[in-house]
């Protein structure tokens, strides 16, 4: 629904502008997101309305796009999402644990690396 900028199954449920808003980057440049603490993978994202939301290519630690936007569960869970790919990944995890941040990061890349145009 997300994706589809707030229409799913041909059903608008939150409008467009609605969408837009919530993933854009709320914060100023000078200001960090504190997500970058706890999720070092994620440094160079700022925050949407609920979502860390990546500022620019080149910043952060994962491959993505600029405007893609994600969040993560305290014990592994993560989803994103990325608009200039079509793309919308889940991933359900109980990982407890610093090697939780790494499962994010592989799971993001491996995705990534395995698209074909």
């Known amino acids: 629904m997300l994706a589809n900028g707030g229409v799913l199954d041909g059903k608008r449920l939150l409008g467009r502008k609605t969408v837009e808003f919530m993933t ?3 914060l100023a440049p000078e200001v960090e997101n504190n997500v970058s603490v706890t999720e070092p993978s994620r440094k160079g994202y700022g925050f949407g309305l609920g979502f860390a939301v990546r500022r620019q290519t080149g910043i952060s630690a994962v491959a993505g796009s600029p ?3 994600n969040w993560a569960g305290a014990f592994g869970t993560f989803f994103w999402v990325d ?5 919308v990944a889940v991933y359900m995890s109980a990982a407890p ?3 939780r941040q ?3 990061a592989l799971f993001t890349d491996l995705v990534l690396q395995a698209l074909v145009d």
Request: proline share 12%; charged share 35%; glycine share 12%.
């Open 67 to 69: 405007g893609d936007y």
């Open 83 to 87: 608009p200039k790919e079509q793309l």
């Open 97 to 99: 644990g610093p090697i």
């Open 24 to 26: 854009a980057d709320h």
């Open 102 to 104: 790494e499962h994010r």
